[in-house]
């Protein structure tokens, strides 16, 4: 089944313990994304990677790394994760970059930041 | 500046009504695509429509169609025969041509009674 896997689906924590959520996605596809979803605010993109090795900011990328060393995985790290990072984030990807791709998204992860 | 604009943060429609959810854009891109998600309480994102801005007729998938007027830059998402299960968040997104991210709109929940 083609799907995007993100974990863990919850996670509650304490301000500076390092975390990182894992993404992974079976559809080969080369444009991985990750999002925060806050009310009001919709989803607001992090980080994205248009391929191995190639990442990039997005619209809220302060506190948050990423690496892309293979194709299908896509960590999101919080290396001092603060209580203003507690949100509902996703993982998204799609075949490619253009304007006619749909992204598609994991079942999403809440964390919590104490 | 804003992007997307969903201008209703609420909507009630009875069952087996129609409803339409509103949705306007801002781009100075020829070539971009528009896209609605439902995000059910469950939480995980699900696409159900895409609009290309060269597309000459309205998309349609099932019960749902697109209302694109291109000149007005709006993407009204049309849901016929209402069903107890639409009951959700709805998401309005757009990918430009030049950019290399996917924005959404603040979202719209949608409540179907019986």
């Known amino acids: 089944e083609a799907q995007v896997t993100q974990n863990p689906r919850y996670l509650i924590t304490v301000t500076g313990k390092k975390l990182t959520v894992t993404c992974s996605q079976n559809?080969?596809?080369?444009?991985m994304s990750w999002y925060r979803q806050d009310p009001g605010l919709g989803l607001r993109q992090i980080y994205y990677?248009?391929?191995?090795?190639?990442?990039d900011k997005g619209d809220v990328p302060e506190g948050y790394k990423v690496s892309r060393k293979e194709k299908r995985n896509f960590p999101l790290i919080l290396e001092s994760p603060s209580p203003n990072q507690t949100s509902l984030y996703f993982c998204?990807?799609?075949?490619?970059?253009?304007?006619?791709?749909?992204?598609?998204f994991g079942d999403g992860t809440r964390l919590s930041i104490l | 500046a804003q992007k997307i604009t969903q201008t209703q943060p609420g909507m009630f429609v009875q069952e087996k009504e129609a409803v339409t959810l509103d949705c306007t854009y801002d781009?100075?891109?020829?070539?971009?695509?528009l896209f609605w998600y439902k995000q059910p309480s469950s939480g995980e994102m699900i696409f159900l429509i895409y609009?290309?801005?060269?597309?000459?007729q309205n998309a349609t998938e099932g019960r749902y169609s697109l209302n694109f007027q291109k000149a007005r830059k709006s993407a009204n998402l049309v849901i016929s025969a209402s069903q107890l299960g639409d009951s959700a968040m709805y998401f309005c997104?757009?990918?430009?041509?030049?950019?290399?991210?996917?924005?959404f709109g603040a979202g719209t929940r949608l409540t179907v009674k019986p």
């Open positions: 609009q290309g801005s060269y597309d000459e």
């Open positions: 781009t100075s891109d020829q070539s971009y695509g």
């Open positions: 990677s248009m391929n191995v090795e190639v990442t």
């Open positions: 997104a757009m990918r430009e041509v030049n950019n290399n991210d996917m924005r």
């Open positions: 998204a990807s799609s075949l490619f970059r253009t304007d006619n791709q749909p992204q598609h």
């Open positions: 559809m080969n596809h080369e444009y």
